[in-house]
Structure formats: C-alpha cells, structure tokens
C-alpha cells in the first residue's frame, strides 16, 4: 500500500472487477479513455481479470485508488516501463464520479509519481490525455507535469505532458 494524503494506492484485488467492468463499460469514461466501452459480458470480462492478477506484467504496474474508508474509486498504473530509456508512462481514472473535482485524482497522480521517483530508477515520466480533457490537463500540470506536444490516433487528439525527476527534486525541496 501507498498512502497518499486522500487515498490508498493498493495493489489490485479479484473484488475490484465490478467496479473495473462498470467503468469500463461506461460510454462517458470510455471516451474520457481514448477506448471504446467493452462490448463483453461480466462473466468473460472475469475470467480474462482473474488472469491478468494471476499474471501481472512486468512492464506495468497497476493500484487500485482507495479512500481511507475502504471505497475502491478508480485506478491509476505506470506502464512502457523501461530502464535502459529511464522511462515510463502514467494513466489514471477516477470511476466514480462522486469524487471528481475533489482533488482525489490531484492526490493520486502525486502519491504515484512520489513512489515512482522514490522507488524507481525512472527519470522521465510522460502521459497523454485528449485535448478535450481540460480538466485532466489542469490535474496534471497542477502535479508538475507540463505540456509538450501533441499527437493524434484515429479520430483521437492527445496533449502529451511529461515529468522530469530533476523537476520532481525541485518541488520536493520547496515544500
């Protein structure tokens, strides 16, 4: 577990696959994704979840965001990880919408680039969100992420923001 000033990333559970599929066939946070919501039934959903836990990869790292009080909100994971560039890339997604603009999602981003840093030989940590997601954007740069590009899939447009360990030392000594 790592504990943030609002959550708990904690590694994924098999009770995590509801709330996992819920989200993930949702229409509005599907899109917020880049991805199309899963046309899948649970049950299949399930099986290919179970397997995933039982086999993580060892190029991603996936937490559950949990508040204090044990409610499994979202997910955040580094993934790409690769040492020899000293890299890796960030994604997070605050299911429930009972907690956005609450800065959950502000805390999250900022307990797993700290655990990044801290834990990891990475120096450089990137991630893409539409150009659409303002909000998301405001998040990220308000946890030292800045812009640095942009780039385009199918019909999807990206901002692509990045973090330097360097940049993550400088804020950490100003507070």
């Given at each position: 577990?790592i504990?943030?000033?609002?959550?708990?990333?904690?590694?994924?559970?098999?009770?995590?696959?509801?709330?996992?599929?819920?989200?993930?066939?949702?229409?509005?946070?599907?899109?917020?994704?880049?991805?199309?919501?899963?046309?899948?039934?649970?049950m299949?959903?399930?099986?290919?979840?179970?397997?995933?836990?039982?086999?993580?990869?060892?190029?991603?790292?996936?937490?559950?965001?949990?508040?204090?009080?044990?409610?499994?909100?979202?997910?955040?994971?580094?993934?790409?990880?690769d040492?020899?560039?000293?890299?890796?890339?960030?994604?997070?997604?605050?299911?429930?919408?009972?907690?956005?603009?609450?800065?959950?999602?502000?805390?999250?981003?900022?307990?797993?680039?700290?655990?990044?840093?801290?834990?990891?030989?990475?120096?450089?940590?990137?991630?893409?969100?539409?150009?659409?997601?303002?909000?998301?954007?405001?998040?990220?740069?308000?946890?030292?992420?800045?812009?640095?590009?942009h780039s385009?899939?199918?019909?999807?447009?990206?901002t692509?923001?990045?973090?330097?360990?360097?940049?993550?030392?400088?804020?950490?000594?100003?507070?």
């Amino acid at each position: 577990m790592i504990t943030g000033s609002k959550i708990i990333l904690r590694s994924k559970l098999l009770d995590d696959a509801l709330n996992d599929y819920a989200w993930q066939t949702d229409d509005e946070l599907s899109h917020l994704d880049a991805a199309r919501p899963l046309d899948i039934n649970f049950m299949e959903y399930f099986s290919v979840y179970k397997r995933q836990l039982r086999y993580p990869s060892l190029i991603s790292h996936q937490f559950a965001i949990e508040t204090p009080d044990g409610n499994h909100i979202g997910n955040c994971s580094f993934y790409h990880f690769d040492e020899n560039k000293s890299e890796t890339e960030l994604g997070i997604m605050i299911g429930n919408r009972h907690y956005w603009d609450k800065c959950y999602g502000t805390d999250a981003i900022n307990t797993l680039v700290n655990h990044i840093f801290s834990q990891t030989s990475i120096k450089h940590i990137y991630l893409k969100t539409l150009d659409s997601n303002i909000r998301a954007q405001k998040c990220f740069h308000k946890c030292g992420f800045t812009k640095y590009g942009h780039s385009a899939m199918g019909v999807y447009k990206f901002t692509l923001m990045e973090i330097y360990r360097s940049n993550w030392e400088k804020q950490q000594q100003k507070t």
